[in-house]
């Protein structure tokens, strides 16, 4: 079956680098990506990874993908207040395209 | 700007009676539209996929007599929440795939704001 897990909390200080964890089951996953969801409000697509890449860079943000261990990770550099918000991962199964399975999401707190 | 826009972004009802949420995809056409519902302090469950045209894809365990889905254009999907309860209070979420790259060129899934429910 389908599952994403992530770790619930995560608290840095302002300045330093987060990395926010994801594992997943489905080995024949063709896109993994990263959401933001900031207090009562949806979501924002930070990035995304193809299944055929080990890594992505894009600005503060370092995506790292793990095929064998099906593990992806998110770097934050130079984390901010801004970035205190919940971080979703998620999956497309290669069976349905338009599907996006997500994980529990990460909450991140940036303390000044 | 928002590509996706929910209305309402906040309803409460009394129990009972019957909610509709709109989903528009503002500057793009979606076939395909999705319905997500978040719970408190967890991760978001995909309800249904709603096509345009043609009868919503409902995922396991989700009642299709209680949130009936409409997606009668291509700009336009509903969800209404029929009969509400106290239990049917959530965050609901839809979002669309822009799959002519209209507004970019990843096919990107863009999310609305939310619509949270709250039934008395």
């Known amino acids: 079956g389908e599952d994403v897990e992530q770790s619930l909390f995560l608290s840095v200080r302002e300045g330093d680098s987060s990395v926010i964890n994801c594992t997943y089951t489905?080995?024949?996953?063709?896109?993994l990506y990263w959401y933001k969801q900031e207090p009562g409000a949806g979501l924002q697509l930070l990035t995304y990874?193809?299944?055929?890449?080990d890594m992505k860079q894009d600005q503060r943000l370092t995506v790292l993908l793990n095929k064998k261990d099906k593990h992806l990770s998110l770097r934050i550099a130079d984390t901010q207040t801004g970035d205190s918000a919940i971080y979703f991962c998620?999956?497309?199964?290669?069976?349905?395209?338009?599907?996006?399975?997500f994980g529990s999401g990460t909450r991140l707190l940036v303390r000044p | 700007g928002a590509v996706v826009s929910q209305h309402p972004s906040r309803v409460i009802c009394k129990s009972g009676t019957s909610v509709k949420i709109e989903c528009r995809s503002l500057?793009?056409?979606?076939?395909?539209m999705f319905w997500y519902r978040q719970f408190p302090k967890k991760s978001l469950m995909l309800m249904a996929t709603?096509?345009?045209?043609?009868?919503?894809?409902?995922e396991q365990g989700v009642e299709k007599d209680k949130f009936l889905i409409n997606h009668a254009s291509l700009t336009l999907s509903t969800l209404t929440v029929t009969s509400a309860h106290p239990e049917d209070s959530s965050f609901y979420i839809c979002?669309?795939?822009?799959?002519?790259?209209?507004?970019?060129?990843?096919?990107?899934?863009?999310f609305g704001e939310g619509s949270r429910l709250t039934v008395l």
């Open positions: 500057d793009f056409q979606a076939t395909t």
């Open positions: 979002s669309a795939r822009d799959i002519r790259g209209t507004r970019s060129n990843t096919g990107e899934l863009f």
């Open positions: 998620a999956e497309t199964p290669m069976d349905s395209s338009y599907k996006l399975i």
């Open positions: 990874i193809f299944s055929n890449m």
């Open positions: 489905d080995s024949s996953s063709t896109y």
């Open positions: 709603s096509n345009e045209g043609s009868k919503a894809t409902y």
